[in-house]
T-cell receptor, first 115, second 109 residues
């Protein structure tokens, strides 16, 4: 149990385009979803926390207008990287947490390369 | 401020035992997690400690001392596949995970 999927696994796009990444909890209801970014050889960096049905809470330094997060249902959250640039190239990982539990379950990650 | 400290890199021999330490200073405490992350992959859950003491799970054990702000992950009978980064994370009073930078464990034959 407690499986989280992400789609796509990897994506290559041109600079200036937008990319949407989906995060799904497959066998539980995720009241809270988290979006992380990880650059090579660095630790996870929390970008934002989203609770189902409400606006996401962004970490300091993360542009909410550039990284659009939607958590419209208890099993799906999306992250849209708008007007992507090469510096946005990174490994994006989502995690999900069920209500009343502390453990976060991670998706497999999405590797974004912006040319 | 909030801070998680763990060694950057450790090396151990196949079949041996290794202990990865983690010290923390956070605003509140709702548990400490250990995750394993292989290169290019997402983290996978290893253990969760919220009370003092040792939690054993197969070859892996995790220890917590809340009064000392200290935890360790103990890996026994090391296998080559254990080569990975090990991330220590503390859940603070807001139920947010504060992440350490990770310890890269290198296993040698």
């Amino acid at each position: 149990g407690a499986v989280v999927s992400q789609h796509p696994s990897w994506v290559i796009c041109k600079s200036g385009t937008s990319v949407k990444i989906e995060c799904r909890s497959l066998d539980f209801q995720a009241t809270t979803m988290f979006w992380y970014r990880q650059f090579p050889k660095q630790s996870l960096m929390l970008m934002a926390t989203s609770n189902e049905g409400s606006k996401a809470t962004y970490e300091q330094g993360v542009e909410k207008d550039k990284f659009l997060i939607n958590h419209a249902s208890l099993t799906l959250s999306t992250l849209t990287v708008t007007s992507a640039h090469p510096e946005d190239s990174s490994f994006y990982i989502c995690s999900a947490r069920a209500g009343g539990y502390n453990e976060q379950f991670f998706g497999p990650g999405t590797r974004l390369t912006v040319l | 401020g909030q801070n998680i400290d763990q060694p950057t890199e450790m090396t151990a021999t196949e079949g041996a035992i290794v202990q990865i330490n983690c010290t923390y200073q956070t605003s509140g405490f709702n548990g400490l997690f250990w995750y394993q992350q292989h290169a290019g992959e997402a983290p996978t859950f290893l253990s969760y400690n919220v009370l003092d003491g040792l939690e054993e799970k197969g070859r892996f054990s995790s220890f917590l001392s809340r009064s000392k702000g200290y935890s360790y992950l103990l890996l026994k009978e090391l296998q080559m596949k254990d080569s990975a980064s090990y991330l220590c994370a503390v859940m603070d009073s807001n139920y947010q995970l504060i992440w350490g930078a990770g310890t890269k464990l290198i296993i040698k034959p």
